[in-house]
């Protein structure tokens, strides 16, 4: 058997779940059942292009113990990756390797299975496949752990191809941190081992980017934040011998990020209009992210979150941010999120309706307390 095409995915998250809303369907939460439809559509798309191999760069999983459903979806893409006879390569990446050691990884049951090759334990493995060597860094959980996993990489030259998969931050040419506290920062491999690597595969960073004539991200399949809505979703197929790499998009929940609406000289109703305007071009189904800015405070307090939920009615989330303005004084996003605890406490109290209590007061007195309770944390 001579290894000449591969199919390179990655960043699956299979079980991440958001935003509490369940599918009708499956009974299950609706952004997990996406993740488990993209994913299988990448399985479907894979099987259908018979490759000699497929890799996975890491993160299979959202977290180190996985539901059972998360499990079941991950062990019947195995199964039907067998049943093409599509050998499997995947290694664990920082969101499922477990911080512990006594939890044990998902991986080794994983392992049972034939024609799945997995590294998982924090340390360098190697596979073999006739005239091609696959060389595997998971994630490490510690510093030395990886320093020891790349200093044990070994290069048997009688192998006509070399692939090092890894998880992790690409150190040269960009920024590819996901700005997550326990991700690896990858040494330079293309420097290390010169002209070795036939393909470097890399997981991690969700964006398809290619670092260099033969080194990769291939990209999620599935978007796990509204920082990726522009970022397409797919996987990628290599040709070892020529180095042409082909993506292929799948289908996935749009996400749109909305320019943010400059409040300051509009009243609550143009602010209802302008939203207005700009929900009619967000397609369907979407998550959508709008940002209110430089609102005035009393154009907060009479703001009814209800109605923008309304204007949004078609979307499948809305994601909210306010940012207020201040008499004169500017805030920035996140002195602004804190700021506006006292004035949620505010709208809170305007729409108390038929109390007894003087709403003025009981709002100031409640303000007080609030920001004197920000200020000693
Ligand atoms: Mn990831």
Request: charged share 20%.
């Amino acid at each position: 058997m001579t290894i000449r095409r591969i199919c390179h995915f990655s960043d699956s998250h299979l079980g991440y779940a958001e935003y509490g809303k369940i599918s009708p369907l499956s009974g299950l939460n609706q952004r997990e059942q996406d993740f488990y439809d993209a994913f299988d559509e990448v399985i479907a798309r894979i099987i259908a292009l018979k490759p000699d191999l497929a890799i996975h760069a890491g993160d299979l999983f959202h977290t180190p113990r996985p539901s059972n459903r998360a499990i079941r979806v991950a062990l019947a893409a195995l199964q039907r990756l067998g049943a093409a006879g599509i050998p499997l390569v995947l290694i664990s990446g920082n969101h499922e390797t477990p911080r512990i050691k006594a939890t044990g990884s998902i991986f080794e049951s994983i392992a049972l299975f034939p024609g799945v090759y997995p590294a998982y334990q924090s340390r360098y493995e190697r596979f073999t496949f006739a005239d091609l060597d696959v060389h595997c860094l998971p994630h490490c959980s510690l510093t030395e752990e990886l320093e020891a996993a790349s200093a044990a990489i070994a290069i048997d030259p009688a192998r006509a191809h070399h692939i090092l998969v890894t998880h992790g931050s690409w150190r040269q040419g960009g920024s590819y941190s996901m700005g997550e506290f326990n991700e690896q920062l990858l040494p330079d491999f293309s420097h290390l081992f010169p002209d070795v690597f036939t393909y470097i595969a890399l997981g991690h960073y969700h964006r398809r980017v290619d670092i260099a004539e033969r080194i990769s991200y291939c990209g999620a399949s599935e978007r796990t934040s509204i920082s990726q809505a522009n970022q397409a979703c797919g996987f990628l197929e290599v040709d070892l011998l020529s180095g042409e790499r082909i993506y292929h998009p799948v289908s996935s929940r749009a996400m749109v990020r909305l320019e943010p609406v400059s409040c300051r000289e509009l009243t609550v109703a143009d602010i209802y209009e302008r939203v207005q305007s700009l929900a009619a071009a967000c397609p369907d189904g979407a998550i959508v992210h709008l940002t209110l800015e430089q609102v005035p405070e009393s154009t907060f307090l009479r703001l009814e979150m209800r109605v923008l939920e309304e204007i949004f009615a078609r979307v499948f989330y809305l994601e909210k941010q306010l940012l207020l303005e201040r008499a004169g004084e500017a805030l920035s996003g996140s002195q602004a999120q804190i700021e506006a605890l006292p004035l949620e406490f505010g709208r809170y109290v305007q729409n108390l309706q038929e109390s007894e209590l003087d709403g003025e007061r009981l709002y100031r007195l409640g303000a007080h307390y609030l920001t004197a309770a920000e200020e000693e944390s």
